[in-house]
């Protein structure tokens, strides 16, 4: 079965720190490209951040380029996301996503195959 982790979760507030962590099973990890993306609430699913399967390409959106990076650790299956300077507007549930694409393409929602649960994370003063 394939399965995606999140963890690292949790209400922060503005101008601190978290790190949220992905661990996946179940498919060939090494092969896949890996994103994060994040729905806050009462809007659409938007996207974070994405790296290719062999870690050399990474991919930001604006809302989060120069705060947030993406890493991966292929020998244990993981993908991080260090989020700093974190704001208000971060607020969201975010969500460990897997693509088949091994350089990500345009990472759209709809081109990733397999998706966690996600894990809340609250900015608040």
């Known amino acids: 079965q394939v399965l995606l982790v999140e963890s690292g979760g949790g209400s922060v507030q503005p101008g601190g720190s978290l790190r949220l962590s992905c661990v996946a099973s179940g498919f060939t990890y090494t092969d896949y490209c890996m994103g994060w993306f994040r729905q806050p609430p009462g809007e659409e699913r938007e996207r974070v951040a994405a790296i290719s399967s062999n870690g050399e390409r990474t991919f930001y959106d604006a809302s989060v380029k120069g705060r947030f990076t993406i890493s991966r650790d292929n020998a244990k299956n993981t993908v991080d996301l260090q989020m700093d300077n974190l704001i208000t507007e971060d607020t969201a549930q975010y969500f460990c996503?897997?693509?088949?694409?091994?350089?990500?393409?345009?990472?759209?929602?709809?081109?990733?195959?397999?998706w966690g649960q996600g894990t809340q994370v609250t900015v608040s003063s």
């Open positions: 996503a897997a693509s088949a694409r091994p350089f990500c393409g345009t990472w759209y929602s709809r081109n990733f195959d397999y």
